[in-house]
């Protein structure tokens, strides 16, 4: 197990702080030194190995900008007390700058462990220069290695261009004697970015092996569908309207009158983004992925067909990869927060509160996204009682499966789709597993006031929402007198995001059709709702929003953040899209969460108003690094 282990050993030595930097970021600086580290195949290995590391260091989803920024997921602990690095969390409310920006890959910060990605980059460039030197390394693994360094060479370039725009381009390292004016290298344009992230990719792709072999040994290692998903992802970006022409940086140049932005937009990006999308997709399914479509069969005992359904779609992530037929790419690193995502269910918990402080709070604008069980969302659903959804229900035997039995809540927990039980926990929810088998004896959350056993606690141990990110917890997970976790892989790219990331593409290249109906329906049958023209014809106001190509548009949006929701997945697409500054216009809410009674609890409050305008579209480079290198335009409005 010596491959598998050693990418597992090097990212946990990074992620821990002990002795990451020395082993990782030398830069050999002399012949002797680069003779030693590639002198035979093992010593190779070692050496693409922490090519790897930075890429798992970088699923850490709380240093993620497509995690902590969309807002799906707040995180508030106003104590000195501090779980992990925060920052990021505290981007949407404008705390960002130029001086000491939060997230800042592009430099590295070591003290809030942020690795430098331009540090990967040059390992990935080391790589490359040295890969012939060891003499037992066959050249069929010499062509693999090559492919899978010039991959990672490609994913670290696409982060910084997601994260900064335009960016330096390292495609190769600079010589030891380099001068003071070659070290200072100027920002590519955008388009050049793109299109040299795409080259590495087309270089790499047919080199990579079809499938991982030998699990045991090798999984977490990129394949050739992992790496045609990636390039429509990619190409996908690409396209999308904050890169595709956007007039907001019109006038952005660097200091020598160079156009770092297209201003010009190009529809044929998206025919071309449709093309990958499909291809990778005929790639997938070669290789046998499908929809993640069973029960899990581990701790289940008596459980209706309803609750089924829900343990079917709660199991898409969560189950282990190697039984997940949908998993296109997953990291090694873990999903390590579940502490933070389960409820507390019995007193016993109650005592855990400064290790498991339950404190992932999930907005109510986040909650409004999931559709009706009509498939339609709760405001344009004609039959469904939107004006009075904060009006007080009593759940009866008919919903037991998804909520308590004879508890009060809000009409708006009730009559909503399969993805909203199987992904929100709210107050008087039903949550299978946490170590009951039987769904007569499933607890359920009790998140009104101080004195219920889910309610406030702590000032770091209260869910500032009173929603919990269920999906995000796997149901073998156990809270009780001590935390209990059954461990997962957050996926990075799974086949349902695939699918509508290529109705996305072809319905932007050539408006509705029959293909890409297909493909977003494919990931709604399997959340058991009808398909999109049946569902909006028979229960939307505007029955024809399908038919037109914005109509669709927004439909689309809304399926993939649904789908992808707490996958950290959405910050990226909101930013892409050039909608992350509407939804950070409108105030984070949750319940009135110290109030027992549920009139008074089930009343909207402010948790913090968001701040987000045109210029956090875009990291800002730091100051400093502007300062040393004058080559360096700042990126606009910073």
Known sequence: MRSYIKIIVLTMVCLLG???????????????????????????????????????????????PGFVYSTEIVYTNPTDFHFFEESGFNLPKGLQTASGPSLNYWDGDGGHGIPAIYQAIRRCNIMLENINKPIDLSESEKKRWIAETKFLKAFYHYYLIRMYGPIVLIKDNNPIDASADAIKRKRSSVDEGFSYVLSLMDEAIPDLPAAIENQTLEYGRVTKFIAMAFKAEIMATQASPLFNGNPDYAG?????????????????????????????????EAQDLQLYNKVPA???????????????????????????????????????????TVPRFTSAATGLASSAPSNFSVPIGTTDLYYTDNGVPINEDKTWDYSNRYNLQVAGDADASYIKSGYTTVKLHFRRERRFYANIGFDGGVWFGN???????????????PEALAGPKSLYATNA???????????????????????????????????LLYAETLNEAEGPSAEVYTYIDKVRARAGLKGVQEAWSLYAKNAGKPNSKDGLRQIIHQERRIELCFEGQSGWDLRRWKELQDVLSKPVQGWNIYESNPVNFYRPQTVYQPVFSIRDYLWPISTNSIIINDNLTQNPYW
């Open 18 to 64: 002990q002795s990451c930097k020395k082993y990782l970021d030398i830069v050999p600086d002399n012949v002797a030194t680069l003779d030693y580290t590639f002198r035979n195949r093992n010593e190779t290995e070692d050496y693409l190995f922490t090519c790897y590391s930075t890429m798992q260091h970088l699923n850490e989803v709380v240093k993620s």
């Open 252 to 284: 952005f140049k660097d200091k020598d009158g160079k156009n770092l932005f297209s201003t010009t937009y190009d529809e044929t990006l998206w025919k071309k983004a449709a093309n990958a999308c499909k291809e990778a997709i005929m790639e997938c």
């Open 298 to 340: 581990a701790s289940v005992g008596n459980v209706s067909d309803k609750m089924k359904e829900v343990l079917k779609l709660q199991g898409l992530i969560t189950d282990r990869w190697e039984q997940n037929p949908e998993l296109i790419w997953a990291l090694n690193y873990g999903f390590p927060y579940q502490n933070f």
């Open 435 to 449: 170590g009951k088998i039987n769904e007569s004896d499933a607890y359920y959350i009790q998140a009104r006031g």
């Open 465 to 499: 929402t009173a929603y919990w990110p269920k999906k995000l917890a796997n149901y073998l997970t156990v809270y009780d007198n001590v935390f209990t976790t059954a461990d997962y892989k957050l996926p990075l790219i799974r086949l349902a995001g695939l699918y």
